[in-house]
Nanobody
Framework: QVQLVESGGGLVQAGGSLRLSCAAS????????MGWFRQAPGKEREFVAA???????SYADSVKGRFTISRDNTANTAYLQMNTLKPEDTAVYYC?????????????????WGQGTQVTVSS
């Protein structure tokens, strides 16, 4: 059973920063690609960022230059550093794991998901 547990969400003013963490259980983390997605009220889930086992990152255009994804393979944890936050970044953020290192950043490429953590950016 793979478990992903997100933490670090909260309320922040526009222009502020938050750091999300995603802790993966057991052997799930090794060799896998990790991803972050978000879903705002009334909107579809969207890709935010992903990072390969090697550390190679990819980002949605909307967060490039503001968000940084990273991972600590010894701690089985992925991170999302979010800077210069905007009200439109408000959403529930989900961590996901792709154990097959598939091509593409669609949600269907990821096997397991965390429960989500709320990020609210006030104007």
């Amino acid at each position: 059973q793979v478990q992903l547990v997100e933490s670090g969400g909260g309320l922040v003013q526009a222009g502020g920063s938050l750091r999300l963490s995603c802790a993966a259980s057991g052997r799930a983390f090794g060799g896998s690609r990790m991803g972050w997605f978000r879903q705002a009220p009334g909107k579809e889930r969207e890709f935010v960022a992903a990072i390969k086992w090697s550390g190679y990152p990819s980002y949605a255009d909307s967060v490039k230059g503001r968000f940084t994804i990273s991972r600590d393979n010894t701690a089985n944890t992925a991170y999302l550093q979010m800077n210069t936050l905007k009200p439109e970044d408000t959403a529930v953020y989900y961590c996901a794991i792709d154990r097959q290192n598939r091509i593409g950043n669609m949600g269907s490429a990821f096997d397991y998901w965390g429960q989500g953590t709320q990020v609210t950016v006030s104007s």
